[in-house]
């Protein structure tokens, strides 16, 4: 086939390495800052905090925010800025392996529905959209009172939980690739499938999965949050930021800050992988291409 009756076919049906890159948007930038900064936080809490975060001391509890306690004490005598250093770590953690086990699990998922005859890709959506019934916090809460609350708990529950999201997108990008003329031509050809899912719907749909990946990274910081606020998530000592939004809980009316640091930290975080998963959409989706 030659290169006018690909280019013919329309921007979504040309090889992702192909398509033109849209300029960077300012959402992009922004979450791309916000998520390097967590990620920087992170790495910083492997080599350095100010404080040992798991360090109880009760002489300086509840401390204000000074030169030595930048966020202050909490009621044990934690550092809280060293507290927020290290829950970056485990908030990325179990972000890193949900998005990982969806992915893993999702986009094979939905590249089989695609290219399976109709009646078993339907069968396949059906199975699929059973777990959308069981969102995150609910699967993680279940799965946490048959094997017990822990970290390796709620990253297994939460990525379960969003491999249909994964799997829908995916199978819509699919199909688009599996209608292009290229793709029909390796058919004739006589690729076999499995070639086929490699060498053209793979690298195609690979965009997707980026910003798909971005966007489950917040749903997994915020579910992450809440089952450590519900005491389903990561076990003390280990610090979290939905157990220290936990632990201010009955300090709110003398130490608000308690609350205030931990819960802007998760609510920057959120944001930032959000802005980042809008700005990858607009730069990878080929359907915003087509409606300019």
Do not use: C
């Amino acid at each position: 086939m030659s290169a006018p009756d690909i280019e013919a076919t329309g921007a979504s049906a040309a090889p992702a390495g192909r398509r033109p890159r849209r300029p960077v948007t300012g959402s992009l930038l922004v979450g791309g800052f916000i998520v390097s900064a967590v990620i920087g936080m992170a790495l910083l809490s492997f080599v350095w905090t100010p404080h040992d975060p798991t360090l109880v001391d009760p002489s300086v509890r509840l401390q204000e925010p000074s030169a030595e306690y930048w966020f202050g004490t909490d009621k044990f005598g934690r550092d809280v800025f060293s507290q927020i250093l290290m829950g970056s770590r485990t908030t990325l953690f179990v972000g890193f392996v949900a998005v990982g086990v969806a992915a893993l699990i999702g986009v094979p998922l939905g590249i089989a529905a695609a290219m399976a005859p109709r009646w078993l890709g339907e069968l396949l959506m059906r199975g699929n959209d059973l777990l959308l019934a069981f969102p995150a916090l609910l699967l993680a809460i279940m799965f946490a009172a048959v094997y017990g609350a822990g970290t390796l708990v709620a990253m297994v529950a939460i990525g379960i939980a969003s491999i249909p999201h994964f799997a829908r997108l995916i199978r819509g990008g699919a199909l688009q690739v599996m209608r292009t003329e290229y793709v029909i031509a390796a058919r004739a050809a006589g690729r076999g499938p499995f070639a086929i899912a490699l060498r053209h719907v793979l690298p195609n749909v690979s965009g997707l999965v980026i910003v798909q990946a971005s966007v489950g990274f917040a749903i997994a910081v915020l579910a992450e949050a809440a089952l450590s606020f519900l005491g389903f998530g990561t076990p003390p000592p280990t610090p979290s930021w939905g157990r220290m939004l936990q632990e201010s809980q009955e300090l709110l009316s003398i130490a608000p800050r308690l609350a205030v640091f931990p819960g802007v930290a998760i609510a920057v975080a959120v944001l930032g992988f959000n802005l980042l998963g809008d700005g990858l959409r607009d730069r990878f989706d080929p359907k915003l291409e087509d409606r300019r």
